[in-house]
């Protein structure tokens, strides 16, 4: 019990010693026109525990002490009391834990409500430059001193207001980001970070040359240009990546705004200053706007991807039945094959033609039964080899036998290609030869595939062209050619949705004589890509009608 004690007071002995210290380093950059003590003073109240605010509290009446000590002659006994009894942090206290427990500035299960958060940021200006009006009110003013009471008030206006800006929601920022990323992960994205890079290679200069320009500037509309300019990478942040961008801009802006000023009489920089905390104020409201619509289309896209994957798996659930169906086959045709042998063999006294006329039943329904098995699952494809399942497997033979002249080429390496792919594409193709044959029955059909990578991403393309010479329109059958391709669809819209399950589409369009279907499947085993391949955007050959 008494250690636990020990180590309580010791964590309180801490924060005092680390507020005190960093309220003092801050102290020394803080002007009347920026007040980035304010900053440090809200975000500390927004989230160190409340078990610790009373620290804080101590923390920030060290410093002060030591200024009434130092001052107190100067200033006077009443400034003095006031000082110490209006302690900033004190104050703004009811502030902070009202929009924290009221109004959920900072909800449990991460993010911030940007609008409570700048409301809290507002009320904690009035809050602060009230306290600061009071102590100047009772202050003992040297002789022949003067002074506008309303020009120092907007000043610690927008000076409390800036200075919250500038570090508040960078503090915001890098807290939800170290607090959704695994700590192993941290560095890596933070190098990959796109918001990192762009801060540091594109805004860092571009401030860097507004800083310059505004320095050296000949004119004052130049110096003023430039200084209104800064505000600039603050929308173009905020577009990019909502709050988190217009949080990092800001801040980078507000500093450069300050080291742009000719010291605390320099009117313009003041003007400057207003712009930029409203450019930044109106940047945070939009750009949180920004966050909610984009994790919005990160969900979509998550949902969509959870459709896909769930629709290539119930493909997958049905090409497993379809092959335990097609083995099922296989074994009856065995089956029915060794009866008939036996049943032949019981029958040897039956006449000749009889005979041969039984042979040539049980040779029959054996083919027919390796038809429909081949159908449903091809012998080429259980050795894992599309091009030969293409060229020599049922549909090839299923079109020679109908008298349609087919023969499919094939270009790429097909290797990376996983076997999931290899079925789609093959059973895209039984489809597409299927809704060729619907209309005007074809006598030439060509299907070239073409394989390939893109930015690490597979894909296989299928460009099909059937067209149609009467002269040849008579030796074409097609009594159950259809039945043997295998379609499973149908239809163009089947299809086009077995393409989609692997992120590609299907495309149709008619030729002299014929038409022409080509199609992209992307790999489900790599990362999608939507990039159009340049291959099939270069083709003019299929919207010209050549062959």
């Given at each position: 019990?008494a ?36 900053g ?16 804080l ?19 006077g006994?009443i ?7 209006f ?6 206290m009811?502030?902070v ?6 109004w ?6 991460g993010?911030?409500?940007m ?5 809290c940021?507002l009320?904690?200006t ?21 002074f506008?009471f ?6 610690w ?73 800064m505000?600039?990478?603050?929308i ?22 300050v080291?742009s000023m ?8 003041l ?18 706007r ?6 919005r ?13 769930i ?20 074994h009856?045709?065995?089956i029915?094959?060794v009866g ?14 009889d ?55 094939a ?14 594409v ?27 990578q ?32 295998g ?18 589409r ?6 002299e ?27 003019r ?7």
């Amino acid at each position: 019990m008494a250690g636990a004690t020990r180590e309580a007071w010791l964590r309180q002995g801490l924060a005092v010693a680390g507020y005190a210290l960093a309220y003092e380093l801050l102290h020394q950059v803080t002007f009347t026109y920026w007040v980035l003590v304010a900053g440090f003073r809200l975000a500390a109240l927004m989230f160190v525990p409340r078990r610790y605010w009373a620290a804080l509290a101590v923390g920030e009446l060290i410093p002060l002490t030591y200024l009434v000590a130092t001052c107190e002659a100067q200033y006077g006994w009443i400034w003095a009391i006031v000082t110490l009894a209006f302690i900033p942090i004190v104050v703004a206290m009811p502030v902070v834990h009202w929009c924290l427990q009221v109004w959920r500035m900072v909800p449990a299960r991460g993010g911030v409500r940007m609008g409570v958060l700048l409301l809290c940021i507002l009320l904690t200006t009035f809050v602060w430059t009230a306290d600061n009006a009071l102590g100047m009110a009772v202050t003992r003013m040297p002789v022949g001193y003067t002074f506008s009471f309303p020009t120092l008030i907007g000043k610690w206006i927008i000076g409390n207001f800036l200075g919250m800006l500038t570090l508040v929601p960078l503090v915001v920022a890098v807290r939800e980001a170290w607090r959704s990323t695994p700590p192993a992960q941290r560095w890596s994205r933070l190098l990959d970070s796109r918001l990192a890079i762009e801060s540091v290679f594109l805004l860092g200069p571009t401030l860097c040359m507004l800083l310059w320009l505004a320095g050296h500037a000949d004119g004052e509309s130049t110096r003023e240009a430039a200084r209104m300019g800064m505000f600039l990478p603050v929308i173009f942040l905020a577009l990019r990546h909502g709050w988190q961008g217009a949080a990092i801009g800001g801040t980078m802006a507000s500093i450069a705004e300050v080291l742009s000023m000719n010291g605390p009489k320099d009117v313009g920089a003041l003007q400057a200053e207003v712009f930029i905390a409203f450019a930044i104020t109106t940047m945070l409201l939009m750009g949180s706007r920004i966050t909610v619509l984009n994790q919005r289309d990160a969900a979509e896209r998550i949902q969509v991807q959870e459709a896909l994957v769930i629709a290539r798996r119930n493909i997958t659930i049905g090409e497993a039945r379809l092959r335990v169906a097609a083995e099922f086959l296989e074994h009856v045709r065995e089956i029915i094959h060794v009866g008939y042998d036996r049943m032949l063999t019981q029958l040897r006294h039956l006449p000749a033609a009889d005979s041969r006329q039984w042979q040539r039943q049980a040779s029959i329904a054996q083919d027919k039964l390796f038809q429909l098995s081949d159908g449903l699952y091809p012998t080429g494809w259980r050795d894992k080899d599309l091009i030969v399942a293409l060229r020599q497997g049922p549909l090839a033979r299923a079109l020679d036998e109908a008298g349609i002249s087919y023969w499919c080429q094939a270009q790429g390496n097909f290797a990376p290609v996983s076997s999931d792919l290899h079925l789609a594409v093959y059973r895209l193709v039984g489809e597409c030869l299927t809704l060729a044959c619907e209309d005007l029955p074809p006598t030439h059909i060509q299907v070239r595939l073409r394989a390939g990578q893109r930015r690490g991403q597979a894909w296989v393309g299928m460009r099909l062209k059937a067209w149609t010479e009467p002269g040849r329109l008579a030796a074409v059958r097609l009594d159950d050619v259809r039945i043997r391709l295998g379609s499973a669809g149908l239809s163009w819209t089947a299809a086009a949705d077995r393409a989609k399950s692997y992120q590609g589409r299907v495309r149709q369009g008619r030729i002299e004589g014929g038409q022409w279907i080509t199609a992209v499947l992307l790999d489900p085993a790599e990362q999608a890509n939507q990039d159009t391949m340049p291959w099939l955007a270069s083709d003019r050959s299929l919207s010209s009608g050549q062959r």
